[in-house]
């Protein structure tokens, strides 16, 4: 019962803020005839909004028994709290009597200051200090990366940096989530509500490691799966700490941990490069979109609420109307399949402006290596699909330097699989595709009639 | 409320009753067509207010049921090839390598292993039977592969194999029903209905979800593998033929040419916007979608389905033999309908049920017989897929409903003429390749004898979250509504296998 009283204070203490807030708009309001009927009402607001502090002021001090919470903080905000609450009572009582008026807009203006003051040291508690300037604040880059590892101590400048990013916003110095403290050695050894959270040179045992590797879903999960996740890396990291002892003072040398490390850090972060750019675009005109409907495009954006699009030409009879459509899409297209469609190299001229474009499907198509110059500008290439078309070597070159071109299918054109060296240098990142893959005749392809005699 | 209006209410109510107790049971039936009609319209109304974009709607057209829809996310794969070996191929003469189980060949099975279970046949104390084939480590991944598959052996680095699928079916058809439909009862939708519902189908004049099968008979759960369930029935797989007709009853009769052919289709849609008209009824706009697509496929689907025209390189390549009714062709067809826009291809080989109990059902006869007709054709399908850029966007699975025992059949307690295994539902593998797979994986590990799972589980629940999850789907997100609540074609349950993800 007394939790759930606690419980009740994060949602009180909106009462008082938007109450008194009212109260003091009216106070503040120039004292004009038509304002009359709000400055009437300031006082029974006034008395309110004081209620509902002194509500607030109580279940605050049962939520700060409750031991979730033991910082400085708390003890800032209790007692401006309290003074708030006593204030705006003695201002209410005081506010009517004679001679006080002249002084009414300060006294509000010293309300205000003092909710204001209250209220963000509450915030600050439940959702960290730097909540709120973290949007504005550049905050100083987490990266493991440029840790030296010769030099480097193991706990300070390895499994600090972690804790401290990825736990400590709630097991820190303002939240103490499950009575745990991972922000200092004393509180990690301590551990928290549930026991210990690490068992040096035991990795299986340990909590933290136990939680870090619970599938998101799972209640037990940490970090929420709401809130940031640490990276593979970083949990690899931890490991390696735990099963090598633990230790905070050693460096990372004095604990043996060099050649692992390493290897653990230079596994690269798995970075997507997706087909799909992340920024947001305008949707595209739907009159543009109906016109490749009525054509018999097929169009879809490429998930449901985006605005990039994918189109199919695959039941167009109309190419030329079409393509000239597609040019106006030159921000949302970013896959196009026109594979089969009696495409030539006019109409790649049309697609030069559609520089999202991250696929393009052209197999069987009229297409030739002057239309191919057309595609230089499309900067965001990931997947082009030439089989079948009249493409030499000399056509494709002309691409070189795409940034982003990973896969290029070229089977039956007319580019030589001798061109493979050259064709690698100039798109180093690029897999090509020449296909004319065979599965030989083997002599197990038989049917056999008994059961081979085993060895 | 105000006390007139609770006043007003109760007027308008019995006034209701006092109408409805005038209406027969024509009346009534007729009305509530109509009001379930107009229920649907409204929906479809009030969406479209919400959605001013033409193409931004994800919602059920009855007038154009298989229009494309885009996923709830952007999904790596487009389509899907699921190969489905029925019967239940051996994963012990395949996939699962377990050398400590020659060891134990010809022993007594250990009653550990039999307490409190239950097999389809094997009764008393059966014995062990070692693995009937040689196992290689293949590619750059080393993955193992019986020499029982020589040509996927060489394409194994775009595989990802999952070697502890369990499942709680030990029957054919119950177990076919789970993978399929997400439930071992009738009536569910299949896992490319599902599919076809939620992204509909690219190409307008072919269906999104085709069904092929080959081995001499469909599988033993029956065309409900393919059904649509409680979806609109325009979603259920179409089943095709590789051999006669591509499918029974489209083409016209002696004496219909396609000019009469039209006129009377047209006849019968004008009845049935009549009749629309007076129901609302939104699966009567599907019957006239339905109408007019299978007009279509009149000409399409022959044309499609037509490997003549491939040429000789790729008949070389799947060991294809056009006009005979094959596994080959059936997966050649499989590839044509992929890149021509079908959404979702199942294949069904029939006759991989290798009890011992003769010799085209031994697991050192048999086997190695339907092993050498799908290798080829199955090596081929990813190659070719590769070649013409299409492998990253198809998903291709295979699999079964389960696997097979370490034991050694003894059907009633007596010895069988030939080696076989039962029924085994508690480990046996799949593989996935293409639509985003990492390539070259290994998931799962059952114990030294493949009898039970050790690591890695995978329930038929997983391997749908999975497929959807390729397309662009949230497995827990994709609802249809069915009597009053929302299914799921994973229900309750269900992970997707980040493991085998790239």
Known sequence: ?455 | MTQKEIHNQRLQKEAEHVSLQCYTRRHFIKESAMGLGSLALGALLGSCGNNPSPIANNFFDATNPLAPKPPMFTGKAKSVIYIHMAGAPSQLELFSYKPELSKLDGLDCPPSLLEGKKFAFIRGVPKMLGPQANFRQHGQSGLWLSDNLPHLSTVIDDMAILNAVTTDQFNHAPAQLLMHTGTPRLGRPSLGSWVTYGLGSENKNLPGFVVLTSGGNNPDAGKSVWGSGFLPSVYQGVQCRSEGDPVLFIKDPDGMNRDLRKASIDAINKINHEEYQEYKDPEILSRIAQYEMAYKMQISVPEVMNINDEPLYIHEMYGTKPGEANFANNVLLARKLVEKGVRFVQLFDWGWDTHGDSAGNAVDIGLINKCRRVDRPITALLLDLKQRGLLDETLVIWGSEFGRTPMQENREGKQMPFKGRDHHAAAFSMWMAGGGIKGGTSYGESDEIGYDVVSGKVEAFDIQATILNQLGFDHEKFTFESQGRPFRLTDVAGKVLHEIIS
């Open chain 1, 1 to 455: 019962m007394l939790e759930l009283i606690g419980h009740l204070h994060p949602l009180l203490v909106h009462l008082p803020i938007g109450i008194l807030l009212l109260a003091i708009l009216f106070e503040l309001l120039p004292s004009r005839k038509r304002y009359r009927p709000l400055k009437r009402s300031i006082f029974t607001i006034l008395l309110i909004g004081s209620t509902t502090a002194v509500m607030s002021c109580v279940t605050g001090y049962v939520l700060s028994q409750s031991g979730d919470y033991e910082s400085e903080l708390i003890g800032w905000h209790q007692w401006m709290g309290i003074s708030l609450t006593i204030y705006s009572l003695g201002y209410s009582w005081i506010r009517n009597k004679k001679g006080f008026k002249p002084y009414r807009k300060l006294f509000s203006f010293v309300l205000l200051i003092l909710l204001m003051i209250t209220g963000h040291l509450g915030g600050s508690i439940t959702h960290g200090e730097d909540y709120l300037m973290a949007a504005v604040s550049v905050k100083s880059s987490f990266n493991l990366s440029n840790v030296n590892l010769q030099e480097a101590l193991y706990y300070e400048d390895l499994v600090k940096p972690i804790l401290q990013n990825r736990c400590a916003g709630c097991h820190g110095s303002s939240k103490q989530k499950g009575k745990l403290r991972l922000d200092a050695p004393e509180y990690i050894l301590k551990g928290g509500k549930d026991g210990k959270v690490l068992i040096a040179g035991k990795v299986d045992d340990s909590e933290m490691i136990d939680r870090l590797l619970l599938p998101p879903d799972d209640e037990d999960h940490m970090p929420p799966k709401e809130k940031a996740q640490p990276s593979a890396k970083e949990i690899e990291i931890l490991k390696l700490w735990i099963a090598s002892g633990a230790d905070f003072k050693k460096s990372v040398v004095e604990s043996n941990q060099v050649v692992s490390l390493q290897k653990v850090m230079s596994s690269k972060e798995i970075k997507l490069i997706t087909d799909v750019p992340e920024e947001d675009v305008a949707s595209a005109d739907s009159k543009t979109i109906n016109e490749l409907l009525k054509l018999g495009a097929v169009i879809l954006p490429v998930a449901q609420g985006s605005n990039y699009l994918s189109v199919n030409l695959i039941n167009v009879e109309a190419l030329d109307s079409a393509v000239d459509q597609l040019s106006q899409l030159n921000q949302q297209l970013v896959w196009l399949k026109a594979g089969g469609q009696p495409m030539t190299d006019n109409h790649l001229l049309k697609l030069v402006h559609l520089n999202n474009i991250t696929k393009l499907s052209l197999e069987h198509t009229r297409i030739s290596d002057v239309g191919l110059s057309s595609l230089k500008s499309l900067k965001n290439l990931q997947y082009l699909n030439l089989n079948g078309t009249q493409v030499t070597f000399r056509g494709l070159v002309q691409l070189e330097g795409l940034p982003q071109l990973k896969n290029i299918f070229v089977y039956q054109t007319l580019i030589n699989r001798e061109d493979i060296g050259a064709l690698n240098k100039s798109f180093p990142n690029a897999i090509i595709d020449f296909g004319d893959y065979v599965v030989p005749a083997l002599p197990f392809d038989t049917i056999v009639s008994r059961a081979p005699v085993s060895k």
